[in-house]
């Protein structure tokens, strides 16, 4: 497979680009003289494309200071290339055949001679170092606004977009070509301060779709009284006639459980076997740290009858408290105190003998990427679950590079990346236009996408189909009669699973001939496979909130419900762990070999179809008192499919599925 990034070349630059008129006279706007504009190399591609004219907010505040990101190119970007694809491909003499982190970072690593010259530029003109990797792939750094100005021949401006204020260079940055020749990337913008946690907490229904339904969300009494079901269809309740005129609906899921998700997932007379994941480390990338994780998920697993966490089974790298940065654009650490209780209790509950590692970013950019670094860089784990993502794919080209060449190093290792495909559909309400959210659409990682499961009350899965809710509001008039407010399934959309065509990757060897030509068209398309996500037939934890970010101090513990396919991601990445305990193997990179599985026996994969009638449940919020039928398998312009949909990929995973993808060639 070679990776292709289209509209805008991706490379290393030559030294001494001669800069054209435009960026001569750039760069004397700048403090960078027309006489030595020459003497300098140019990244065009370092500019988002959201940073334009027509989002322009003027200058950036002067008062705070910002991070950047220098990325240097792999000295052989070419063969770590080749490398993962022999890694990872069963039909490849090097299949599983995987590099140390040692032998990879003396192979491909940029040298530490470059890597020093670039740490000695920066600190030298002032700007603060936060951290260089081992494999010295990148220098993270902070400075003010006219600090990186000054350094980069730009202006920084603060530019409207996605519902945010981003700060961004309002024209190309450029280095001394001394230090530039050394350079592929350069990130001086903040387009990965939108990246946020993929996860949805029941009842998150976000703002309403109409005037009408916002003065409805002042009522105080249900029209329908909507107990939660442990099982679906404990509690059944009569709503107006719906699809085929049903109106005996189960209520929404009061969060399942982790006896009741191995259940339904098929691993509990495994688990009794001792194949529980032990022997197997499932690492997970968030930022920030829960200060109460270890406690809680200890009181959350003895309410659920389920063994619990010790200092060797879970274990954590994370910064202090007093090094988180960028919180306010990164939705502060009570924002991602959720995610990272969901991944760890959902890892530990579908793989109880598994050990975890918490790897934590000190925020949501270059964080993860230290995070990440420390995991490749001394192969801690070899499954890595990652439940964040951007807002589609309006990253910088050079930032999108910089990333892949970590995924390379993932795959070269033998490291298996696994990411949740996002939470809001196709993106196009937000964006304006269809898009996957990057880093799931990267060719080298493994997206999960999302779908909504009923377990029955004898732990059987009772259905799955694609994750996507709408909500329709049900009224009562003043006779007593139930109506909808409008035609189901409604108008309002209230999450799904991120998926669709890239704009920015051609598409993989491995997905040819599997996945429709009319979706793919020449281009990656995501997701790769699917779990559970929906929130509204979630799965339960238990947390002590957050309640002030700058003590950290927590509340009382509590017991919530949350879905995303920030579930799916760690449920897909314990099971993983399972099977690779019980087979003795090292999965890596699956994606070659899960397409190849499922060319050679599509029998083996779930497929997740539209329902017939649609499934639906009864929910009535706590906040509002307001009552809705929420539809499934209403994912934006996403649709589920027979075979390969951009919902839920080649479908749902299993322990017979994941034993052919670990026994590799077939």
Known sequence: MRTRITDRALHKRAAGILATTAAVVALSMTGVGAANAAD?????????????????AGAAPSDETFEGEIYLPLRNAAGAEALAKAVSTPTNHGYRKAMSP???????????????????????????????????????????????????????????????????????PSLPTAVGSKVSGVSIEQSRMLTQPDSIQQGDLGASGTPQLSRKLAAAAPVVDTPCSHYIGEHVVTVPPSYNGQTQYSTYNCGYTPAQLRSAYGLSDLSKKGLNGSG??????????????????????????????????????????????????????????????LDVESVHGIAPGARILYVGGFNCGGGLDVAMSKILDNKL???????????????????IQGE???????????????????????????????????????????????????????????????????????????????????????????????GGTSAVFSEPDYQKGAVPASLSNGFRVSPDVAALADPY??????????????????????????????????IVAAQIAIVQQATHTSIGFANPTLYGVQKAVPASFRDVLPQNPTQAVAYTSKTSGNSYLVSFDQDTSLKTAKGYDAVTGLGGVSFTLLSLVAAGRH
């Open 40 to 56: 300098r190399v140019t990244y065009t591609d370092s500019v988002p494309t959201w940073a334009s004219s027509a989002n322009d």
């Open 102 to 172: 040692n032998q990879w970072i003396k192979s491909f690593a940029p040298t530490k001679a470059d890597s020093d010259a670039v740490v000695r530029f920066l600190t030298t003109a002032g700007l603060t170092i936060s951290a260089v990797p081992d494999s010295r792939q990148y220098v993270v750094f902070r400075g003010t606004a006219e600090q990186l100005g000054s350094v980069f021949g730009t202006s920084l401006h603060s530019y409207d977009y996605a519902g945010r204020q981003l700060v961004a260079p309002s024209s190309a």
């Open 280 to 341: 197997q480390t499932v690492a997970i990338i968030d930022a920030y740290a829960s200060p109460s994780i270890l406690k809680d998920a200890n009181t959350y697993s003895a309410a659920n009858g389920e063994p619990g966490l010790t200092n060797s089974s879970y274990q954590q790298l994370v910064p202090k408290p007093s090094e988180f940065v960028d919180q306010a654009a990164c939705q502060f650490p009570s924002g991602w105190q959720g995610e990272q209780t």
């Open 381 to 399: 784990a070899n499954i890595v679950s990652n439940s964040y993502g951007n807002v589609g794919e309006a990253v910088p080209a050079d930032v």
């Open 404 to 498: 892949v060449n970590l995924q390379l190093q993932a795959a070269g290792e033998g490291i298996g990346l696994y990411f949740s495909s996002g939470d809001n559909g196709d993106e196009a309400a937000r964006l304006g236009v269809p898009s996957p959210d990057f880093p799931a659409s990267s060719p080298w990682v493994t997206s999960v996408g999302g779908t909504s499961m009923g377990i029955d009350k004898n732990g059987k899965m009772s259905f799955e189909t694609g994750w996507g809710n709408k909500v329709d509001q049900i009224a009562k008039d003043a006779s007593g009669n139930l109506s909808y407010l409008e035609p189901l399934p409604g108008t309002r959309f209230v999450g799904g699973a991120g």
């Open 537 to 570: 037939t979630g799965f339960q934890i238990g947390i002590r909130p957050i309640i002030d970010d700058d003590t950290l101090e927590t509340g009382a513990f509590v017991n919530e419900t949350y879905g995303g396919t920030s579930l799916a991601s760690p």
